[in-house]
């Protein structure tokens, strides 16, 4: 496939665990994320899709095991906090003084096409130039990962099409790693090259996208010829069963058999939390 | 990280220097006018040494005009510190913590260690600044009407008006405003905090400043008035001629005054002290009033300096 | 330059559409020779799509010998489909429009037309004349 055979990883955590009020937040979490690539973070609400981000950029300490960012991280937050009596100018001013390194000419240009106007205060700017504001502040840090925080949510769809192309613009300019969390997966689907699954605080899945829909087949035929068939998961009413399973093998004519689309394969995983696709003890190294 | 303190804060800051500005004002046009008026008794200046120049004419108009004014800054040491803890102290990480900013402030390249230190340097130093303002301008404007009556020690409200006590009672507030912003990660919680925790420390402080010091003793015999106006009253009781002190002499009958009249009170004062009673009371002579300046703001900077490191351990503990 | 569009909902995987969107557009002749393909970053910042799923299209049409990446400049056009060139491809045209106005005059509909075109077709690849 197309996945280069060893990719250096941006982000990597080992046995992470992150407690959060006393509960495991996060547990035993030992992924990596190779640069240059969009990576979907996905889990139904509270599966540890934010703590792995404010662990990812330091906001949160682990209680075990480690997280490394290969050079900086910048972070754009759920909801996209700004200060929101600073007029855009100031903001870009606020990054400037805040950072090393700081990109202000290209941010003012981004700002510019996008037709962000420098002296309106945040408050008043409208909810996609809100996410445009906040993402080119963290872009203007030159940073090597970028955490992004449900960054599409509460954006209406010509403002998530604006957002993922100032993003995959980013990539494609200058080999920026994204990990970006969302649960709607049809936002993910053309932009996202990377998958990783949280659910329940457990790593589910954490892979190349096009690696794990080859590595997958979606079943579908007689319920009862579906026993003793290792499954990842199966659904079905009465006599009719879907499963999603492993490997690529030849079930004879009585099942219908086509490759999943990414929506049916992380659902597939969700449903049965036990069952987990993960690189072996290597990493990323296939 | 000062331009992006100033930049968040303006408003606290200008809010407050205006305000410092209209007290200057008021307290400046009352002093002249009092000042006008002395003058206008005594053209040729005063002969006595008091701000009243021994009038007892001069006295009670000097005593309206510094009454008027005393009764809008009477409330002023309960109230200031309670101000500058809500609108200072507790939105400096409440606001932070409640909009989510902190995830932006704390994602930047300036730690977050150092984001804290000089947010909270630089408006602590403004608001201790700003409390010494507040005790000069009151110390200027108070001898206008009072110099040679009273230093301003006696009074407990007058005494944390002048000297370092604004200053160290402002800090204080708005170091546990800041900590209370910790504490709910909300501003408004956390103002109803502080508001409350000032009040508290204010009333305890209150009572303890009495034993900053051992208090003198005074055996007064004729009369149970101590001869300084300005001395601060810790306790008083009678003494029986053996020298036991005594709560309730009975040597002499009591009547019970009627209306403002209180001679049966004092013919009960003449008997006891005819009879061999004394009257022993306990205070802190004005010479002391530095030494209680300095305990009290001891006191509130050490406590300060505790909620800051309090504030810093549970910013750095859970940033997220 | 050649512009792309996407369907999002055809279900063919979107690198596909970017692959038949160039050959589509070099039978047409409006890509030729020596034309350059948009940058990666031009096609992404367009279309908000993944830059890996255009430089697996560019690598796909690499392979065919259709385009060659040089790298420092850019993707560019090596070769046209054989032989037909733009004069030879206004020819057929203009031969196979005649042949559906006649198609037309003898009272097929567009479906017959469409059926007899893919039977056509289909009987010709089999003789392994197509």
């Known amino acids: ?286 | 990280m000062i331009w992006v303190t100033w930049r968040q804060h303006r408003a606290q800051l200008l809010t407050t220097a205006g305000f410092l500005v209209l007290l200057g004002l008021l307290l400046l046009g009352s002093a002249t006018e009092a000042r006008s008026y002395v003058s206008g008794y005594f053209p040729d200046g005063c002969p006595a040494g008091f701000a009243h120049c021994g009038s007892v004419e001069v006295a009670v108009g000097l005593g309206e005009r510094y009454d008027a004014v005393y009764t809008l800054f009477g409330w002023m040491p309960l109230v200031l510190p309670a101000l500058i803890g809500a609108f200072w102290g507790a939105p400096l990480l409440g606001r932070e913590y409640e909009r989510g900013t902190h995830r932006l402030a704390w994602t930047q390249s300036v730690p977050v260690r150092r984001w804290l230190a000089v947010k909270l340097g630089v408006l602590g130093g403004a608001v201790v600044a700003g409390g010494l303002l507040l005790s000069l301008m009151v110390s200027l404007w108070r001898p206008v009407f009072r110099e040679g009556i009273d230093s301003g020690f006696g009074n407990i409200g007058v005494f944390n008006m002048t000297g370092v006590a604004p200053a160290a009672w402002w800090l204080y507030a708005f170091a546990a405003g800041g900590f209370a912003g910790t504490l709910f990660r909300r501003t408004l919680p956390a103002m109803a905090l502080v508001v409350a925790g000032v009040a508290a420390t204010m009333f305890t402080l209150f009572a303890l400043s009495d034993h900053y010091a051992p208090p003198d003793r005074a055996v007064l015999s004729g009369t149970v008035v101590l001869d300084d106006p300005d001395a601060r009253l810790v306790g008083a009781t009678w003494v029986d001629p053996s020298g036991r002190a005594v709560d309730d002499p009975a040597a002499c009958e009591r009547g019970l005054d009627t209306g403002r009249s209180s001679a049966k009170a004092e013919a009960w004062q003449d008997c006891l002290f005819a009879e061999g009673y004394a009257y022993a009371v306990t205070y802190h002579p004005p010479e002391r009033f530095w030494r209680f300046q300095w305990t009290e703001a001891g006191i509130l900077v050490a406590a300060s300096a505790l909620l800051c490191a309090l504030t810093a351990r549970r910013v750095l503990r859970r940033r997220g | 330059m050649i512009e792309f569009q996407l369907d999002r909902g055809s279900g063919v995987a979107t690198y596909l559409q970017l692959v038949h969107q160039v050959k589509h557009a070099l039978r047409l002749g409006t890509l030729r020779p020596g034309d350059q393909l948009p940058t990666a970053r031009e096609v992404v910042e367009k279309l908000a799509i993944n830059p890996n799923t255009v430089l697996k299209a560019y690598r796909e049409l690499e392979r065919e010998g259709l385009v060659t990446g040089r790298p420092g400049l850019g993707t560019f056009v090596e070769r046209g489909f054989g032989g037909a060139g733009l004069a030879e491809h206004t020819r057929l045209r203009r031969g196979l429009a005649a042949w559906v106005r006649e198609a037309r005059d003898a009272g097929l509909d567009e479906e017959d037309l469409r059926a007899l075109f893919a039977a056509v077709l289909s009987d010709a690849s089999r003789e392994g004349v197509a």
């Open chain 1, 1 to 286: 496939m197309s996945a280069p055979i060893l990719e250096v990883p941006v982000l990597e955590t080992t046995g992470l665990g992150v407690r959060r009020r006393r509960a495991w937040a996060l547990r035993d979490c030992s992924l990596s994320v190779p640069a240059g690539r969009v990576a979907a973070l996905v889990g139904p609400n509270g599966a540890g899709k934010t703590t792995l981000m404010l662990a990812a950029v330091g906001l949160l300490a682990p209680d075990r095991g480690h997280v490394s960012v290969r050079g900086t991280a910048a972070f754009v937050a759920q909801d996209k906090p700004l200060y929101e009596s600073f007029t855009v100018g100031e903001l870009l001013e606020f990054g400037r003084r805040t950072n090393t390194r700081w990109d202000g000419e290209g941010a003012r240009a981004r700002l510019d096409v996008l037709g962000v106007p420098l002296g309106r205060r945040a408050g008043r700017l409208s909810g996609g130039q809100q996410a445009q504001v906040a993402i080119t502040l963290a872009l203007a840090r030159t940073p090597d990962l970028l955490v992004l925080d449900e960054p599409l949510a509460n954006l209406d769809p010509l403002a998530r099409h604006d957002v993922m192309r100032t993003l995959m613009g980013e990539v494609a300019g200058r080999g920026l790693t994204v990990l970006l969390s969302s649960h709607v997966i049809a936002d993910l689907e053309d932009t996202c090259d990377w998958l990783v699954v949280l659910n329940g605080g457990r790593l589910q899945v954490s892979g190349d996208i096009d690696d794990l829909l080859a590595g997958h087949l979606l079943l579908s035929g007689p319920a009862e010829a579906a026993e003793g068939l290792e499954a990842v998961s199966a659904t079905g009413t009465g006599r009719h069963a879907t499963l999603l399973v492993r490997g690529d093998r030849a079930l004879g004519p009585r099942w219908s058999t086509r490759r999943p689309n990414l929506d049916e394969l992380v659902m597939g995983y969700l449903r049965s939390p036990q069952a987990a696709a993960l690189p072996g003890p290597a990493g990323v190294a296939r």
